[in-house]
């Protein structure tokens, strides 16, 4: 029973990546798709700070095409860290959901630290130098990570069980998640009050320690039953979140990346070309009479017959 | 709110007049503002009703069979719409949008539609959206609706989704707030696309009398070749005499520079946009031609909002002419739609040798500025100008300088005053996706009081400080055809011209009516 937590977090864990990868997977392998770029696109150079493309340039397709990797970085970072979007556009919603996605980075790097911690081979009780600043930072980004969570999770579920066009538009398993994470760090902050907060990340640094080295042969890790439980449950939580429209954080990725920044030109002869070129003499099924798609035809053959040369079926 | 959406015959609400913002002065009394005209009873008895206005014309079904054959026919177009056959130009975009919407209603806040309704819920980005992803999820994928939601299937969800799918400009400034990347004009267009490429409904405005005239005769506008070259020889001569100097368009010249396309509505309702183009190209000493080819002559492309297919037909058209008269480069003329459409859409569906360069007509006339191979005497514009930024050519394809490099050029600086937001967070005219050419029943009403409101808003906000009158003339200048379109509906229903003194224009008829070696006065100021 003692290593139950421990066999919870390797699962979920790995039940994650899976998860993750699978559905990153699934991103890369969607077919090409039409331009459909939205600006400002962040790695236009100078032309960013207004929203200008290469496509105000006069015959851009003679020169070469500024792409600024550090523009993107940019707005990336900033994105991700502080949702600079929805705090430019919804200001009340950002009061609840920044603190709530700011915690889950603070749990993840807390989490980062104590596999660190664990692979420097150093005791928790007395860590000098370097691990005792990882121990600080573990204690310092767990327990902010908590307490950001619970207070974004509670602030969320209660805005849209309160807020008319949140409510209107939540299904049970919206309310679900967020109870879910309400509870889960709950569990946790319990933990901390009842075991006090150095011995309950202490405890939750040795299980982790265990994962890290799991490798290297070891399975010995037991932990109080209240870090026991909170492990249990972010497991759970852990292997449920890509499962879920939550898992929004990956498709943010392909949205930005893949449609909002994609103004890639198709130049002749380049890679690009012979993808299309793919792509159009995929067969086309749509009925509408002025398609008459039936499967055999390709995209090309309907595209180039017009509508009046077309035969009933 | 989503199950009363498939219940009941009426309309599910009304525009209320009360609920909406005044909009500044001098109209900044909502009890003088025109009467939404409601509809007739005729068409209520007749339609699909959604909200008081009619964009599709969908009759309400008679029969049993025809009301499943709605259902029906809408999931089957549902299903081709996530199959990576036959969807793969926009599947990628789509399944992002369709997946992973937070629903946080930020998308809410930078729709014009939404705001300018009175901020009706049924108007938000996202209910049109999430009706469509409960349909998926329920009866395509069938996921558990504790998970996504609930929706009732039946002709009135199929009908009214199809109807409310025209109630979204496409304009996609709800798409640059989202705080995930969800794209609810996108949406939109899929809904549109299930409709068109499956059922075979689209408003006639849209595909009989637009896309399908136009691949079939040459020209929404109805005209053929002949007919358009008469009107543009004529356009010629009118505006030779008054400039003063001669001009000629060339026409079918092979092995010319530049094909230059016009959206063809420019010779028929503001022909002295395409005669400014022929006026500033001959002046400069481009090399350029007009083509007489089927299409080939009128840029625009209503495929774009509403059919992969019929976009692709037309696009495939104009990039033929070019390569027939083996030009370099194709130029578009002032029109928002065709430039996204020929140069960004058709991007990815044309290879080889009709992989022709398309580059935008704004560059070109940058361009004669910048080296001046044309002369302008700014103090010919002195009078307030602001600037449209159409959504097709600013937030879409990022072309933000280069009007505003000539209209430094040709305006006087404390002249030129622009409105906010604009650049590539403008608010759309409330003509796009193609609105301003629809007026069936009400609804030239409806996108003059809801869906044009917020651009007179902008408008009337940028020329606040001046005298409101007609003897104080103000230019808007729209370099957009669909925007032009819609900002002369509008002008003309709140009487903007007389009680304020707004008119509007191109670029090109700014440029000419600074340009130095042509008589002054090419703006008329004259209200048609």
Not at chain 1, 22 to 33: A, E, V
Not at chain 1, 40 to 68: C, D, I, N, Q, T
Not at chain 1, 195 to 217: D, H, M, N, R, W
Not at chain 2, 296 to 314: E, K, L, M, S
């Amino acid at each position: 029973m003692e290593t139950v937590p421990f066999w919870f977090a390797c699962a979920g864990l790995l039940a994650f990546l899976v998860s993750v990868t699978l559905r990153t997977m699934m991103w890369l392998r969607m077919p090409i798709h039409v331009r459909w770029e939205l600006y400002p696109v962040a790695h236009e150079g100078k032309r960013a700070s207004y929203g200008g493309s290469y496509l105000e340039e006069s015959e851009w397709w003679k020169k070469p095409r500024e792409f600024s990797i550090w523009g993107e970085i940019r707005v990336m970072v900033p994105e991700i860290l502080f949702l600079v979007a929805l705090r430019e556009h919804n200001r009340k919603l950002w009061y609840r959901s920044f603190p709530f996605h700011f915690g889950l980075y603070l749990i993840t790097a807390g989490t980062v630290l104590m596999g660190g911690f664990a692979l420097m081979g150093s005791q928790w009780e007395s860590a000098e130098g370097f691990a005792g600043v990882l121990r600080m930072g573990i204690i310092v980004f767990g327990l902010a990570g908590l307490v950001l969570g619970l207070l974004g999770a509670a602030g969320l579920l209660h805005r849209r069980m309160t807020a008319p066009e949140l409510k209107d538009f939540s299904a049970p398993a919206d309310l679900f998640n967020l109870a879910v994470f309400v509870a889960v760090f709950s569990v946790a902050l319990s933990g901390i009050v009842l075991l006090g907060v150095v011995e309950f990340f202490a405890s939750l640094t040795g299980l982790i320690g265990q994962i890290v080295k799991l490798p290297f042969g070891h399975a010995e890790a037991q932990v109080p039953g209240i870090v026991g439980l909170s492990v249990v449950l972010m497991s759970l939580l852990l292997a449920y979140i890509p499962l879920t429209h939550m898992s929004h954080f990956i498709g943010k990725y392909f949205a930005y990346h893949s449609v909002r920044w994609n103004d890639a030109p198709n130049l002749k002869g380049s890679k690009q070309e012979k993808v299309i070129q793919e792509a159009l003499g995929q067969p086309v099924s749509w009925s509408a009479s002025h398609i008459a798609g039936d499967g055999k035809k390709n995209w090309v053959d309907v595209a180039t017959t017009m509508p009046g040369e077309i035969k009933d079926r | 709110m989503f199950a009363d959406f498939s219940r009941g015959d009426d309309c599910l609400f009304e525009i209320n007049q009360k609920d909406q913002q005044p909009l500044p002065p001098p109209f900044d009394d909502i009890d003088e503002e025109p009467l939404f005209r409601r509809l007739t009873e005729e068409a209520k008895k007749k339609y699909v009703l959604l909200d008081d206005t009619i964009a599709v014309n969908i009759p309400k079904p008679e029969t049993q069979e025809e009301e499943a054959q709605l259902v029906n026919s809408f999931l089957s177009g549902l299903r081709r719409l996530v199959s990576r056959e036959d969807n793969w130009t926009f599947l990628e975009p789509l399944m992002i949008s369709l997946e992973h919407c937070a629903k946080c209603q930020t998308c809410s806040e930078g729709c014009h539609i939404y705001e300018e309704s009175g901020r009706h819920p049924y108007y938000r980005p996202s209910y049109r959206s999430e009706i469509l992803r409960r349909i998926y999820f329920k009866y395509l994928k069938n996921s558990s609706t504790w998970v996504h939601g609930d929706i009732e299937l039946n002709w009135k969800t199929v009908a009214r989704l199809i109807e409310l799918s025209y109630r979204c400009n496409l304009c996609r400034r709800c798409a640059q707030s989202c705080p995930i990347g969800v794209d609810n004009a996108l949406l939109a267009r899929e809904i549109r696309k299930v409709a068109s490429q499956e059922m075979g409904i689209v408003p006639k405005e849209l595909h009989d009398s637009g896309s399908m005239l136009q691949l079939k005769v040459g020209s929404s506008t109805g005209m053929n070749a002949i007919v358009a070259r008469d009107n543009v020889e004529f356009i010629d001569e009118d505006t030779t005499d008054r400039t003063g100097i001669a001009v000629e368009t060339p026409w079918d010249k092979e092995g010319a520079d530049i094909l230059l396309i016009h959206n063809a509505g420019e010779i028929m309702a503001w022909p002295e946009n395409p005669g400014g183009f022929a006026l500033l190209f001959s002046a400069a000493g481009l090399s350029w031609t007009m083509s007489s080819d089927l299409a080939a002559y009128d840029g625009i492309n209503y495929g774009v909002w509403y059919d992969d297919f019929q976009f692709a037909r037309t696009a495939l058209l104009h990039l033929e002419a070019a390569r027939k008269l083996k030009v370099k480069k194709i130029v578009i003329g002032e029109c928002g739609h065709a430039h996204k459409a020929l140069s960004v859409i058709a991007d990815k569906v044309v290879t080889g040798d009709l992989n022709i360069p398309r580059e935008s007509g704004i560059n070109v006339l940058r361009d004669i500025v910048r080296e001046g191979r044309v002369k302008f005497d700014k103090s010919r514009n002195d009078f307030p100008v602001t600037l449209h930024d159409p959504c097709n050519l600013v937030r879409l394809m990022g072309i933000v300088s280069p009007q505003r490099e000539i209209i430094e050029a040709i305006v006087p600086k404390e002249r030129f005053r622009e409105m906010e937001p604009h650049g590539v967070e403008n608010y759309c005219c409330g003509g796009g996706s193609g609105f301003a050419i629809m007026s069936g029943h009400n609804f030239a009403h409806w996108r003059h009081h809801v869906s044009g409101r917020r651009k007179l808003r902008q408008v009337l906000e940028a020329f606040q400080g001046e005298v409101m009158d007609m003897e104080h003339p103000k230019y808007v200048c729209a370099p957009c055809s669909n925007c032009k379109g819609q900002l002369r509906d509008i002008i003309a229903y709140y009487d903007a011209w007389e009680r304020a003194g707004i008119y509007y224009g191109g670029l090109v008829e700014l440029m000419v009516n600074a340009m130095v070696d042509a008589q002054p006065g090419y703006i008329d100021w004259e209200w048609h």
